[in-house]
């Protein structure tokens, strides 16, 4: 048989196919396997070390204190806690792995004469890194619920406004929470992958990309550059609390929502600008 | 080659330039379908960055390239699918075993069939004989185990065209001749090779065509047998009267006449043997020994090149 018989046929399967091979690729490396156990283990700590020394009241975010009544604000205290530097580490990591580091292992030639159309392989490294925030916050979540269910167990939820709700519809809470936080790492991400075109060795990347989380953080906390904070990204983030009122307040997880989306929007058009017309001399 | 001969990669005017240095200088690329060709050039004459702009990883800053009849880079994606290639080295992730990596490979290529992913991945392995190592991680590799796998790579679904940069890089005598005999193999299945190098004498035996750049140009390119016939033959004759043998060499037109001893040695041109042998005894020369030594490729190479094989500025 002739290449030239061999009709390409790039469906939907071919994406699939492609994504399954980034999964693999990502959650196979020993590497990233150790740092999800360090997400999943600040949760298990926070149960912990709460269950022997008690909640201490008083200080720390709302979740902190609420944490003795029910397991499940072990998962939102995580969340808040791993959100400063964790989690945007972690998202960091795998961007800057997306393409500076196929291009400094000298992979991504090969990725791209195979051939992979250099947007479809944005675009599906893209989707990895979205999955792998999802992943990340899962993690932290699930392992909060169960050590935090271990530690104090799981009854009704009294939310922040001091109404009682079900278990179920907490857990359905938790689950739009997991969704928001992971929508806001998603927008980070896409500034990551941006990022991620423009060099070829993966730790610069990384450290950029972190750095950027950093400083929106620290910007964020400067009282002067209010008018700055809508368009910080993390600003956005801790409004997933507001899921745990009764009713639930939106405004906040609405604008956070469409920031993220607006990130995501510029980030990847300038990602691919920069990549599609770049010449991969690694 | 004229125009219209059917051609597997042509390239009109082709150059790159970082910055203000030009690394690829108006090359006209013309590699025949089902041809060897062996792109040869001392490191850093702009091999590499060729055979990065045929592949579409570069944008040439001007002229023209076409491969199997498809212009690059606007459809490269169209094209590469045909064309199996190493360049510049293999490149593997180190933690994932030979077969994974293939794997990998195959399942970013849209036109491959999942279905028979694995049965390619083993003959592709068992081609190039790596298929006991196929579940070591790469990290463990040797440099010719590494190389084997890149050509492996090329070879995962059927290809109308492969580009091999350097394919013998690394690889020890056997490992070289077992890499000109794959070449060999898949000439002789109909597929056109590009293969690069920068030692003539690692592929000499297995190309019709060559190209040779230098500083960036290509300064000769043709059928093997044309650049052979480049070179200038050497004559050389044994006999008791050498001054004599000199005047009647010199009388018939021959160039660079010398002797050391009783052997004479001079430039053949255009002469032929047979008249130049029938000169000398007509002109009362005795001659012991008589014979013409073609002009090795080798000669021919290093005369276009320059001596050595330094580093081009």
């Not at chain 1, 156990?37 to 020394?53: D, K």
């Not at chain 2, 109909?190 to 290509?218: A, F, K, N, P, W």
């Not at chain 2, 043709?222 to 650049?227: A, N, V, W």
Request: charged fraction near 20%.
């Amino acid at each position: 048989m002739s290449a030239a018989e061999a009709a390409p046929r790039a469906g939907l399967g071919a994406w699939w196919r492609l994504l399954g091979s980034e999964l693999r690729l990502t959650l196979g490396r020993r590497r990233n396997q150790f740092g999800l156990l360090v997400l999943a283990a600040l949760p298990v700590m926070i149960a912990v070390t709460i269950r022997i020394s008690g909640a201490g009241g008083g200080h720390g975010p709302d979740f902190f204190s609420a944490i003795t009544s029910n397991g499940i604000f072990v998962a939102l205290a995580a969340i808040s806690v791993e959100l400063t530097l964790f989690l945007p580490l972690a998202i960091a990591v795998l961007a800057g792995d997306a393409i500076a580091g196929e291009a400094g292992l000298g992979t991504l030639r090969y990725l791209l004469t195979v051939p992979v159309p250099r947007t479809r392989l944005l675009l599906t490294k893209y989707a990895a890194l979205a999955i792998g925030a999802l992943e990340g916050v899962v993690v932290v979540a699930a392992a909060g619920v169960v050590a935090g269910g271990l530690a104090f167990g799981l009854p009704p939820m009294t939310t922040l406004s001091g109404t009682t709700i079900p278990m179920v519809e907490a857990t359905g809470r938790l689950v739009l929470a997991v969704l928001y936080v992971s929508a806001g790492l998603a927008a980070l991400a896409a500034v990551g992958l941006f990022i991620s075109t423009l060099t070829e060795q993966p730790i610069v990347a990384m450290v950029a990309t972190t750095g950027v989380a950093a400083l929106m953080w620290i910007l964020d906390s400067i009282p002067q550059l209010g008018w700055l904070h809508p368009w910080l990204l993390v600003h956005h983030w801790l409004a997933f609390g507001d899921l745990f009122r009764d009713p639930v307040f939106t405004d906040g997880i609405v604008r956070g929502l469409w920031l993220a989306l607006g990130y995501i929007v510029v980030f990847l058009i300038a990602a691919r600008t920069v990549f599609v017309h770049r010449d991969v001399t690694s | 080659m004229s125009e219209d001969t059917p051609a597997a990669i042509r390239t009109r005017d082709l150059t790159k330039e970082f910055g203000r240095h030009r690394v690829v200088d108006s090359i006209d690329l013309a590699v025949p379908d089902g041809a060897v060709y062996g792109f040869l050039g001392p490191n850093g004459s702009g091999k590499t960055t060729t055979i990065r702009m045929l592949l579409g990883l570069a944008r040439p800053t001007g002229g023209e390239i076409s491969v199997l009849g498809v212009p690059v880079p606007d459809r490269a994606p169209d094209v590469l699918g045909r064309v199996g290639a190493l360049v510049e080295g293999p490149a593997f992730h180190p933690q994932l075993t030979g077969r994974a990596n293939l794997a990998r490979l195959d399942a970013a290529d849209a036109g491959s069939d999942p279905r028979t992913a694995a049965d390619r991945i083993d003959a592709a392995l068992r081609r190039v004989g790596l298929h006991q190592a196929r579940d070591k991680r790469y990290r463990v590799y040797s440099l010719g185990m590494k190389q084997r796998l890149g050509i492996a790579a090329g070879l995962l679904v059927p290809r109308d065209l492969l580009i091999l940069d350097e394919p013998t890089n690394g690889l020890d005598p056997q490992g070289t001749r077992e890499v000109r005999h794959l070449i060999g193999s898949l000439a002789a299945e109909g597929i056109t090779v590009l293969v690069s190098s920068h030692l003539l004498s690692e592929i000499e035996q297995v190309c019709t065509h060559l190209g040779v750049m230098r500083d960036g140009r290509l300064v000769a390119q043709g059928p093997i047998d044309e650049l052979r016939a480049r070179g200038r033959a050497t004559l050389r004759l044994v006999t008791a009267d050498p001054d004599r043998a000199g005047e009647v060499l010199r009388g018939l037109g021959a160039e660079d006449v010398d002797h050391t001893g009783q052997t004479v040695t001079a430039t053949a041109g255009g002469l032929e043997p047979e008249a130049v042998v029938a000169a000398l005894v007509g002109g009362g020369v005795g001659v012991r020994e008589f014979g013409v030594r073609a002009a090795s490729l080798e000669d021919v190479f290093i005369g276009l090149t320059g001596e050595g094989f330094d580093v081009s500025g």
